[in-house]
Protein backbone atom coordinates (compact mmCIF):
# COMPACT_ATOMS: atom_id res chain seq x y z
CA UNK A 1 0.00 0.00 0.00
CA UNK A 2 1.24 3.39 -0.73
CA UNK A 3 1.93 5.51 2.25
CA UNK A 4 2.19 9.78 1.73
CA UNK A 5 5.23 11.24 3.31
CA UNK A 6 3.89 12.88 5.51
CA UNK A 7 2.76 9.93 7.34
CA UNK A 8 6.06 8.15 6.75
CA UNK A 9 7.80 10.96 8.04
CA UNK A 10 5.52 11.40 11.19
CA UNK A 11 5.45 8.05 12.33
CA UNK A 12 9.68 8.92 12.89
CA UNK A 13 8.71 11.59 14.87
CA UNK A 14 6.30 10.10 16.94
CA UNK A 15 8.22 6.58 17.23
CA UNK A 16 11.48 8.32 18.19
CA UNK A 17 9.25 10.51 20.71
CA UNK A 18 7.46 7.94 22.05
CA UNK A 19 10.88 5.96 22.62
CA UNK A 20 12.71 8.75 24.26
CA UNK A 21 9.06 9.05 26.61
CA UNK A 22 9.68 5.08 27.54
CA UNK A 23 13.26 5.65 28.13
CA UNK A 24 12.51 8.45 30.84
CA UNK A 25 9.97 6.50 32.32
CA UNK A 26 12.47 3.18 32.51
CA UNK A 27 15.68 4.81 33.59
CA UNK A 28 14.57 4.90 37.39
CA UNK A 29 14.13 0.96 37.05
CA UNK A 30 16.65 0.03 34.38
CA UNK A 31 20.42 0.82 34.57
CA UNK A 32 21.32 0.34 31.20
CA UNK A 33 25.63 0.89 30.05
CA UNK A 34 24.03 2.26 26.75
CA UNK A 35 21.19 4.65 26.19
CA UNK A 36 20.57 3.73 22.63
CA UNK A 37 18.87 0.20 23.13
CA UNK A 38 15.61 1.43 23.68
CA UNK A 39 15.70 3.61 20.40
CA UNK A 40 16.68 1.23 18.76
CA UNK A 41 13.21 -0.38 18.56
CA UNK A 42 11.65 3.09 17.17
CA UNK A 43 14.26 3.06 14.19
CA UNK A 44 13.17 -0.60 13.48
CA UNK A 45 9.57 0.50 13.56
CA UNK A 46 10.04 3.86 11.45
CA UNK A 47 12.10 1.78 8.63
CA UNK A 48 9.38 -0.88 8.48
CA UNK A 49 6.32 1.14 8.29
CA UNK A 50 7.93 4.26 6.11
CA UNK A 51 10.77 2.88 3.90
CA UNK A 52 15.08 3.67 4.51
CA UNK A 53 15.07 7.39 4.62
CA UNK A 54 12.03 7.72 7.22
CA UNK A 55 14.54 5.55 9.59
CA UNK A 56 17.54 7.53 8.42
CA UNK A 57 15.91 10.61 9.83
CA UNK A 58 14.44 8.35 12.39
CA UNK A 59 18.43 7.46 13.47
CA UNK A 60 20.07 11.08 13.27
CA UNK A 61 17.49 12.17 15.05
CA UNK A 62 17.29 9.69 17.91
CA UNK A 63 21.23 10.24 17.83
CA UNK A 64 20.59 13.47 19.06
CA UNK A 65 17.95 13.33 20.93
CA UNK A 66 19.90 10.49 23.38
CA UNK A 67 23.32 12.38 23.32
CA UNK A 68 21.12 15.24 24.30
CA UNK A 69 19.20 13.55 27.36
CA UNK A 70 21.40 10.77 28.48
CA UNK A 71 24.75 10.96 27.98
CA UNK A 72 27.01 12.84 29.84
CA UNK A 73 27.55 15.87 30.14
CA UNK A 74 23.39 15.83 29.58
CA UNK A 75 21.36 19.10 29.35
CA UNK A 76 21.82 22.31 26.97
CA UNK A 77 24.58 24.29 29.43
CA UNK A 78 26.80 21.26 28.86
CA UNK A 79 25.59 19.78 25.44
CA UNK A 80 28.22 17.91 24.00
CA UNK A 81 28.13 15.05 21.17
CA UNK A 82 29.85 11.93 22.35
CA UNK A 83 31.30 10.94 18.97
CA UNK A 84 31.81 7.17 19.33
CA UNK A 85 28.61 6.02 20.93
CA UNK A 86 26.55 8.28 18.44
CA UNK A 87 28.88 7.41 15.85
CA UNK A 88 28.60 3.99 16.49
CA UNK A 89 24.35 4.27 16.82
CA UNK A 90 24.12 5.79 13.54
CA UNK A 91 26.16 3.14 12.01
CA UNK A 92 23.61 0.60 13.46
CA UNK A 93 20.58 2.82 12.93
CA UNK A 94 21.53 3.10 9.30
CA UNK A 95 22.24 -0.43 8.96
CA UNK A 96 19.01 -1.28 10.68
CA UNK A 97 16.87 1.06 8.31
CA UNK A 98 18.70 -0.90 4.96
CA UNK A 99 17.98 -4.10 6.05
CA UNK A 100 14.38 -3.38 7.53
CA UNK A 101 13.71 -1.23 4.35
CA UNK A 102 14.94 -3.97 1.99
CA UNK A 103 12.51 -6.50 4.24
CA UNK A 104 9.48 -4.74 4.07
CA UNK A 105 9.98 -3.85 0.39
CA UNK A 106 10.39 -7.44 -0.62
CA UNK A 107 7.25 -8.19 1.48
CA UNK A 108 5.33 -6.18 -0.21
CA UNK A 109 6.27 -6.65 -3.29
CA UNK A 110 5.48 -10.24 -2.50
CA UNK A 111 2.12 -9.57 -1.15
CA UNK A 112 1.34 -7.61 -4.56
CA UNK A 113 3.04 -10.06 -6.74
CA UNK A 114 0.48 -12.43 -4.43
CA UNK A 115 -2.11 -10.40 -5.06
CA UNK A 116 -1.87 -9.84 -8.56
CA UNK A 117 -1.49 -13.68 -9.29
CA UNK A 118 -4.42 -14.23 -7.35
CA UNK A 119 -5.96 -11.66 -9.04
CA UNK A 120 -5.30 -13.35 -12.21
CA UNK A 121 -5.93 -16.94 -11.61
CA UNK A 122 -9.28 -15.62 -10.54
CA UNK A 123 -10.34 -13.76 -13.49
CA UNK A 124 -9.03 -16.76 -15.39
CA UNK A 125 -11.63 -19.21 -13.28
CA UNK A 126 -14.29 -16.79 -13.77
CA UNK A 127 -13.36 -17.04 -17.66
CA UNK A 128 -13.32 -20.46 -17.98
CA UNK A 129 -16.64 -20.56 -15.66
CA UNK A 130 -18.24 -18.25 -17.98
CA UNK A 131 -16.63 -20.44 -21.22
CA UNK A 132 -18.03 -23.89 -19.22
CA UNK A 133 -21.35 -22.21 -18.38
CA UNK A 134 -21.32 -21.46 -22.12
CA UNK A 135 -20.27 -24.15 -24.37
CA UNK A 136 -22.28 -26.76 -21.73
CA UNK A 137 -25.55 -24.79 -22.64
CA UNK A 138 -25.33 -24.89 -26.31
CA UNK A 139 -27.56 -28.19 -26.98
CA UNK A 140 -27.93 -28.15 -30.85
CA UNK A 141 -23.97 -28.75 -31.30
CA UNK A 142 -21.83 -31.02 -30.04
CA UNK A 143 -18.83 -29.18 -28.70
CA UNK A 144 -15.71 -31.28 -26.71
CA UNK A 145 -11.72 -31.25 -26.46
CA UNK A 146 -9.46 -33.97 -27.31
CA UNK A 147 -5.91 -34.00 -26.33
CA UNK A 148 -3.18 -34.43 -28.92
CA UNK A 149 -3.79 -38.82 -29.02
CA UNK A 150 -7.72 -37.79 -29.87
CA UNK A 151 -9.18 -39.08 -26.16
CA UNK A 152 -11.86 -37.05 -24.89
CA UNK A 153 -11.71 -34.50 -21.92
CA UNK A 154 -14.96 -32.44 -21.82
CA UNK A 155 -18.48 -32.87 -22.69
CA UNK A 156 -21.19 -30.75 -23.49
CA UNK A 157 -25.04 -30.91 -23.44
CA UNK A 158 -25.46 -30.79 -26.96
CA UNK A 159 -22.81 -34.26 -27.34
CA UNK A 160 -25.06 -36.00 -24.84
CA UNK A 161 -27.90 -35.36 -27.16
CA UNK A 162 -26.53 -35.90 -30.65
CA UNK A 163 -25.04 -39.17 -29.44
CA UNK A 164 -26.37 -40.28 -26.53
CA UNK A 165 -22.99 -41.09 -24.33
CA UNK A 166 -22.99 -39.24 -20.95
CA UNK A 167 -19.59 -37.54 -20.44
CA UNK A 168 -18.70 -40.15 -17.63
CA UNK A 169 -19.18 -42.69 -20.44
CA UNK A 170 -16.66 -41.05 -23.07
CA UNK A 171 -14.97 -39.23 -21.21
CA UNK A 172 -11.05 -40.78 -21.66
CA UNK A 173 -12.24 -42.59 -24.73
CA UNK A 174 -10.88 -42.09 -28.48
CA UNK A 175 -13.15 -40.11 -30.06
CA UNK A 176 -13.15 -42.63 -33.26
CA UNK A 177 -16.22 -44.58 -31.03
CA UNK A 178 -18.01 -42.01 -33.08
CA UNK A 179 -17.14 -43.86 -36.50
CA UNK A 180 -18.69 -46.30 -38.15
CA UNK A 181 -16.14 -49.45 -38.70
CA UNK A 182 -14.93 -48.74 -42.39
CA UNK A 183 -13.92 -45.02 -41.21
CA UNK A 184 -12.03 -46.87 -37.97
CA UNK A 185 -10.29 -49.19 -40.51
CA UNK A 186 -9.27 -47.02 -42.62
CA UNK A 187 -7.88 -44.34 -40.43
CA UNK A 188 -9.66 -41.55 -41.16
CA UNK A 189 -10.39 -40.98 -37.47
CA UNK A 190 -6.17 -39.99 -36.57
CA UNK A 191 -6.07 -38.98 -40.94
CA UNK A 192 -8.86 -35.84 -39.40
CA UNK A 193 -6.44 -35.23 -36.65
CA UNK A 194 -3.11 -35.34 -39.22
CA UNK A 195 -4.71 -32.76 -41.09
CA UNK A 196 -6.29 -30.24 -38.17
CA UNK A 197 -2.83 -30.58 -36.58
CA UNK A 198 -1.04 -29.54 -39.97
CA UNK A 199 -3.20 -27.08 -41.39
CA UNK A 200 -5.07 -25.68 -38.25
CA UNK A 201 -8.54 -27.18 -39.06
CA UNK A 202 -10.58 -29.67 -40.63
CA UNK A 203 -13.71 -29.73 -41.81
CA UNK A 204 -16.04 -32.41 -43.60
CA UNK A 205 -19.70 -33.87 -43.52
CA UNK A 206 -19.67 -37.55 -42.86
CA UNK A 207 -21.62 -40.44 -40.77
CA UNK A 208 -21.56 -40.66 -37.40
CA UNK A 209 -22.56 -43.38 -35.26
CA UNK A 210 -24.75 -43.11 -31.69
CA UNK A 211 -24.52 -45.01 -28.75
CA UNK A 212 -27.36 -47.56 -29.71
CA UNK A 213 -26.08 -48.01 -33.27
CA UNK A 214 -27.68 -45.71 -35.54
CA UNK A 215 -26.38 -43.14 -37.99
CA UNK A 216 -26.81 -39.56 -38.47
CA UNK A 217 -24.82 -37.09 -40.83
CA UNK A 218 -22.42 -34.70 -39.12
CA UNK A 219 -21.03 -31.55 -39.93
CA UNK A 220 -17.45 -31.86 -38.53
CA UNK A 221 -15.11 -29.05 -37.28
CA UNK A 222 -11.93 -29.75 -35.91
CA UNK A 223 -9.59 -26.87 -34.75
CA UNK A 224 -6.32 -27.56 -33.29
CA UNK A 225 -4.91 -25.68 -30.18
CA UNK A 226 -1.66 -24.37 -29.72
CA UNK A 227 -0.12 -23.14 -26.69
CA UNK A 228 1.78 -19.55 -27.35
CA UNK A 229 5.52 -21.45 -28.42
CA UNK A 230 3.37 -23.61 -30.47
CA UNK A 231 3.27 -26.62 -29.27
CA UNK A 232 -0.04 -28.72 -29.70
CA UNK A 233 -2.47 -28.75 -26.74
CA UNK A 234 -4.91 -30.80 -28.22
CA UNK A 235 -7.90 -30.03 -30.64
CA UNK A 236 -11.71 -29.06 -30.10
CA UNK A 237 -13.86 -30.66 -31.80
CA UNK A 238 -17.57 -28.89 -32.92
CA UNK A 239 -20.28 -31.32 -34.49
CA UNK A 240 -23.82 -30.91 -35.59
CA UNK A 241 -26.27 -33.01 -36.84
CA UNK A 242 -27.93 -32.23 -40.47
CA UNK A 243 -29.47 -35.52 -40.91
CA UNK A 244 -32.74 -33.32 -41.49
CA UNK A 245 -30.93 -30.99 -43.87
CA UNK A 246 -29.61 -33.99 -45.77
CA UNK A 247 -32.85 -35.72 -46.32
CA UNK A 248 -34.61 -33.21 -47.15
CA UNK A 249 -31.84 -32.63 -49.78
CA UNK A 250 -31.81 -36.12 -50.68
CA UNK A 251 -35.78 -36.66 -51.18
CA UNK A 252 -35.73 -32.87 -53.63
CA UNK A 253 -32.90 -34.87 -55.56
CA UNK A 254 -35.52 -38.09 -56.08
CA UNK A 255 -38.34 -36.03 -56.74
CA UNK A 256 -36.01 -33.90 -59.41
CA UNK A 257 -34.77 -37.28 -60.88
CA UNK A 258 -38.89 -38.51 -60.68
CA UNK A 259 -39.98 -34.96 -62.68
CA UNK A 260 -36.95 -35.33 -65.03
CA UNK A 261 -37.93 -38.73 -66.03
CA UNK A 262 -41.98 -38.17 -66.06
CA UNK A 263 -40.54 -35.30 -69.09
CA UNK A 264 -38.52 -37.08 -70.37
CA UNK A 265 -40.56 -40.18 -71.03
CA UNK A 266 -43.84 -38.20 -72.32
CA UNK A 267 -45.23 -38.50 -75.92
CA UNK A 268 -45.98 -34.66 -75.82
CA UNK A 269 -43.41 -31.76 -76.45
CA UNK A 270 -42.03 -30.01 -73.52
CA UNK A 271 -39.89 -27.39 -72.70
CA UNK A 272 -38.49 -24.66 -70.61
CA UNK A 273 -37.91 -21.12 -72.16
CA UNK A 274 -36.69 -18.16 -70.46
CA UNK A 275 -39.05 -15.35 -70.29
CA UNK A 276 -36.96 -12.64 -70.45
CA UNK A 277 -34.72 -13.68 -73.81
CA UNK A 278 -37.24 -16.21 -75.22
CA UNK A 279 -34.32 -18.81 -75.31
CA UNK A 280 -34.86 -22.60 -75.09
CA UNK A 281 -33.75 -23.60 -71.62
CA UNK A 282 -34.44 -27.28 -71.22
CA UNK A 283 -36.94 -29.46 -74.11
CA UNK A 284 -37.67 -33.07 -73.81
CA UNK A 285 -36.53 -36.27 -75.96
CA UNK A 286 -39.85 -35.62 -78.21
CA UNK A 287 -39.22 -32.52 -78.98
CA UNK A 288 -36.07 -32.89 -80.38
CA UNK A 289 -37.39 -35.80 -82.48
CA UNK A 290 -40.24 -33.72 -83.32
CA UNK A 291 -38.18 -30.58 -84.40
CA UNK A 292 -34.77 -32.44 -85.15
CA UNK A 293 -32.60 -30.23 -83.57
CA UNK A 294 -30.37 -31.97 -81.17
CA UNK A 295 -30.47 -30.30 -76.75
CA UNK A 296 -27.13 -28.11 -77.82
CA UNK A 297 -28.30 -26.64 -81.07
CA UNK A 298 -31.84 -25.75 -78.82
CA UNK A 299 -29.93 -24.15 -76.46
CA UNK A 300 -28.97 -21.27 -78.32
CA UNK A 301 -32.73 -20.83 -80.10
CA UNK A 302 -35.50 -18.93 -79.14
CA UNK A 303 -38.86 -19.50 -80.18
CA UNK A 304 -38.98 -17.25 -82.79
CA UNK A 305 -36.56 -19.27 -84.44
CA UNK A 306 -39.06 -22.23 -84.96
CA UNK A 307 -42.54 -21.11 -84.85
CA UNK A 308 -44.25 -20.52 -87.93
CA UNK A 309 -44.24 -17.03 -89.02
CA UNK A 310 -45.22 -14.74 -91.77
CA UNK A 311 -42.16 -13.54 -94.33
CA UNK A 312 -42.07 -10.20 -95.30
Do not use: C
Request: hydrophobic share 45%; aromatic share 10%; proline share 3%.
Amino acid sequence: MKRSPVLRYGVAALAVLSALLLKLLLEPLIEQETPFLVVFAAVMVTAWYGGLWPGVVATFSAALATDYFFLPPAGLSGFEIEALPVVLFVLEGLLISSVVAALHSARQRGEASTLEAHSHREELRESEEHFRLLVEGVSDYSIFMLDPAGRILSWNVGAERNTGYRGEEVIGEHFSIFYTDEDVERGHPNEELRVAAAEGRYEEEGLRVRKDGSWFWASVLITALRAEEGTLRGFSKIVRDITERRQTEEALRESEARYRSVVEQAAENIFLVDPETGRMLEANATLHQTLGYTAEELRWMTLYDFVAHDKE
